[in-house]
T-cell receptor
Framework: AQSVTQPDIHITVSEGASLELRCNYSYGATPYLFWYVQSPGQGLQLLLKYFSGDTLVQGIKGFEAEFKRSQSSFNLRKPSVHWSDAAEYFC????????????FGQGTELSVKP | NAGVMQNPRHLVRRRGQEARLRCSPM?????VYWYRQLPEEGLKFMVYLQKENIIDESGMPKERFSAEFPKEGPSILRIQQVVRGDSAAYFC????????????FGPGTRLTVT
């Protein structure tokens, strides 16, 4: 069965520091992979997505993610975090041939220290 | 083009009452997905509908929950005889194609059962 694991429930980084959020997935074929961000009390905003091709994908707000098939990972990175990046981040797998439903990880809450 | 609309944004129900959550997809979108986010958890897929048809309800609880997407009007997620454990945020997403890379999320309905 497909699954997504985000090992870190909560991460705190200093403003200006680099960030990496981990995501591991279990899927039988090349997956569709997504990162979403959720601010408190809000809906989900798509940061970036990967289907095929270049394994390093660029997203909005200065985020990027790298697909590593050998590690079944799709980690999210940002070189310099801003206080406004504090939010909950979700990694998701899109299931092909099953109507496109998304399977989400548990989420990583990011706090940013001044 | 207006985004996905959900109403109400907040809903309070007493145990045993019924909750009706509405989702108006983006214009031109005929595919709707419902997800539930329990406190401190990620989003879990519930049901996928196309106009007048339930395509995948594999994530729906077996009892008390139902969903519809009529030919005219919004999609409705109905929860009968609510219990405290139904307290959660319910998100819908719409898509023009049923493809995982084209899901647009609404702001969610936060249901509180007292």
């Amino acid at each position: 069965a497909q699954s997504v694991t985000q090992p870190d429930i909560h991460i705190t980084v200093s403003e200006g520091a680099s960030l990496e959020l981990r995501c591991n997935y279990s899927y039988g074929a090349t997956p569709y992979l997504f990162w979403y961000v959720q601010s408190p009390g809000q809906g989900l905003q798509l940061l970036l997505k990967y289907f095929s091709g270049d394994t390093l994908v660029q997203g909005i707000k200065g985020f990027e993610a790298e697909f590593k098939r050998s590690q079944s990972s799709f980690n999210l990175r940002k070189p310099s975090v801003h206080w406004s990046d504090a939010a909950e981040y979700f990694c998701a797998v899109g299931v092909r041939n099953q109507g496109g439903k998304l399977i989400f990880g548990q989420g990583t809450e990011l706090s940013v220290k001044p | 083009n207006a985004g996905v609309m959900q109403n109400p944004r907040h809903l309070v129900r007493r145990r045993g009452q019924e909750a009706r959550l509405r989702c108006s997809p983006m214009k031109g979108h005929s595919h709707v997905y419902w997800y539930r986010q329990l406190p401190e958890e990620g989003l879990k897929f519930m049901v996928y509908l196309q106009k007048e048809n339930i395509i995948d309800e594999s994530g729906m609880p077996k009892e008390r929950f139902s969903a519809e997407f009529p030919k005219e009007g919004p999609s409705i997620l109905r929860i009968q005889q609510v219990v405290r454990g139904d307290s959660a945020a319910y998100f819908c997403a719409s898509s023009p194609s049923g493809h995982p890379d084209e899901q647009y999320f609404g702001p969610g309905t936060r249901l509180t059962v007292t």
